[in-house]
């Protein structure tokens, strides 16, 4: 695994990162507009060279070999 970077909800997405990622990160955070989230971050690692972003609140989008990228709903 390896570290990428961290950034704040509502910041700019890291431009590497494919349309389809920051499309769904989008979709997170539009998701979580409702809550106080100005303390949340985004945590971006890479796992076999494949994104994997993590909310604080510990959703993760990730992407898989096939390009294709799905969404972990936070534990309630």
């Known amino acids: ?26 979709g997170v955070e539009a998701d979580v507009a409702h809550l106080d989230t100005s303390a949340w971050r985004w945590t971006l690692t890479w796992l076999e060279s494949r994104p994997v972003a ?4 510990g959703t993760i989008v990730r992407q898989s070999a096939d390009g294709s990228v799905s969404v972990e709903e936070a534990a309630s």
Not at 2 to 18: C, I, M, N
Not at 54 to 57: A, I, P, T
């Open 1 to 26: 695994m390896q570290l990428g970077t961290r950034w704040s909800v509502g910041a700019a997405v890291p431009d590497r990162l494919s349309a389809e990622m920051r499309e769904a990160i989008a």
């Open 54 to 57: 993590e909310l604080d609140d």
